[in-house]
């Protein structure tokens, strides 16, 4: 561990890939599964996480923009790319200049990406069916006469993505795979049959459903650990994963406050006893919600410890009556485990009213990545 960081995450490359695998084995055999690294690889480094994908044989990542997809290329990055969330037209040539994949969301993009080339361009085209984002809502005879309008065109795959996977209460999983389903049908009887399909993400590997079995799944966050919870009446999860990202601090500084002593910017919090607090050297500019504001959680000497009064830029202060022998310099865990206390990025998001997700994605790049067997 970094001796000199004020504030760092430690990232365990064996639990990335340990993770990988637990999702191929869930997957199937005869299922490729495509990393997802967006995001910097939802904070844990997206360069260095492909790397450990790569070594455990994917052959597919995927990237939100081509910004994304150029950095794991400038990298040395060499596997194929999948840009998930649009190519701005300015960025076409990129897409070239650098073998990436785009998917495409439109008709027009078709004819767009297609006009004058003639060397084939490997796409995968999304069908909306029923998130109504990302995806073409287009009919299988649309699709299939831009195709052959456009022989710079090639769909390699075929893709959707499911709005509630891990929900077993709503039908939208079930009418979206019917619908994918319908459109792929249709495309295979115009005699276009992508190589690859896919709509399957972490939680649609956990949750499978009948029909959802398709060549290609694209999970994100269980390579980093988590799987939602279900609702309703939900098989078992499949996958067995584990956080693979820890998040500490240090303590600036200790006090002891009064009784009636307020903390913070505010005032917000007001002590009803004396109390012994440490300043840590993280705050929201770091990562840390906003929301936690006197009412989130940390791990101080093997104990939780609370948040007081608000969270600010780049401190937050706690609550540490329980082990008051913590000094200066001392480590505070905010995201992973102490002995046999622990706080994962799920814990800390039903506290703050948001997603795992946002934890996670939302530690800031001045927050020191530091990687570990």
């Not at 637990?22 to 005869?30: D, R, S, T």
């Amino acid at each position: 561990m970094p001796q000199t960081a004020r504030c760092y995450v430690e990232i365990s490359r064996s639990r990335i890939a340990s993770n990988y695998r637990a999702v191929c084995a869930a997957a199937g055999p005869g299922t490729q599964v495509m990393g997802v690294v967006k995001a910097d690889a939802y904070g844990h480094g997206a360069v260095e996480v492909s790397r450990i994908l790569l070594k455990e044989g994917a052959q597919w990542l995927a990237v939100s923009s081509v910004d994304e997809g150029i950095t794991l290329r400038n990298a040395g990055i060499a596997c194929r790319i999948l840009v998930m969330a649009g190519v701005m037209p300015w960025e076409r040539d990129s897409v070239r200049a650098h073998c990436l994949t785009p998917a495409l969301h439109s008709v027009e993009e078709i004819y767009q990406y297609g006009a004058g080339i003639e060397s084939p361009l490997d796409v995968h085209l999304k069908i909306d069916t029923g998130l109504n984002r990302l995806g073409t809502r287009a009919n299988a005879d649309e699709i299939a006469a831009a195709l052959l309008k456009t022989p710079g065109v090639r769909v390699e795959g075929l893709m959707s993505h499911f709005a509630s996977a891990a929900d077993f209460t709503s039908p939208q999983t079930d009418d979206q795979i019917r619908d994918f389903n319908e459109v792929a049908g249709a495309l295979a009887h115009l005699g276009i049959r992508p190589t690859l399909t896919h709509c399957a993400s972490t939680n649609a590997i956990a949750y499978p459903r009948p029909g959802s079995s398709l060549p290609l799944v694209r999970p994100g966050h269980a390579i980093y650990g988590y799987v939602s919870q279900a609702r309703g009446n939900a098989p078992d999860s499949a996958l067995e994963v584990e956080p693979a990202l820890a998040w500490k601090t240090r303590i600036v500084t200790v006090k002891d406050l009064p009784s009636g002593a307020r903390v913070g910017y505010g005032g917000s919090f007001v002590a009803q006893t004396p109390i012994r607090v440490a300043v840590l050297a993280a705050g929201y500019a770091d990562g840390i919600s906003h929301r936690l504001s006197n009412k989130g959680k940390v791990i101080a000497g093997g104990r939780l410890a609370h948040i007081l009064g608000t969270v600010s830029m780049d401190l937050t202060t706690i609550d540490i009556s329980d082990t008051p022998h913590l000094k200066p310099g001392d480590e505070v865990t905010l995201l992973g485990r102490e002995g046999e206390v622990s706080l994962d990025a799920q814990q800390i998001a039903r506290t703050a009213g948001t997603i795992s997700y946002n934890v996670l994605c939302g530690i800031s790049a001045r927050v020191k990545r530091c990687y570990v067997e």
